[in-house]
């Protein structure tokens, strides 16, 4: 996919939780909320200030993010859906190094 989004958006696609389970009752896809996870596919450039200079993302490609449930544009790119929105409604970058030597 060949795409760049604008000023200071990124496109994230969704990553797909686990299948849930509480009390040993299985949930159904239709009742599971849409996960908050997901990777950042493309950067803007970053934002323009008042004096006219590119403010830089602090999200790159690649990075795993949280995001908020209803924040966000949904768009359907080559058969998968992707998510478009502003840096200011990503919650927090995940540092997959960190979380993987926590698990051990």
Known sequence: M???PLHNRVIVQRLE???????????P???KEKPQ????IAAGDGKLSDEGKRIP????AGDLVLFGKY???EVKLDGQEYLIMG???VLAIIDEVATTTQKK
């Open 2 to 4: 060949d795409i760049r």
């Open 17 to 27: 939780e686990g299948e849930q389970k509480i009390g040993g009752i299985i949930i």
């Open 29 to 31: 896809d239709s009742a």
């Open 37 to 40: 996870r997901g990777r950042v």
């Open 57 to 60: 993302l602090d999200v790159k």
């Open 71 to 73: 924040t966000s544009q």
């Open 87 to 89: 840096e200011d409604e």
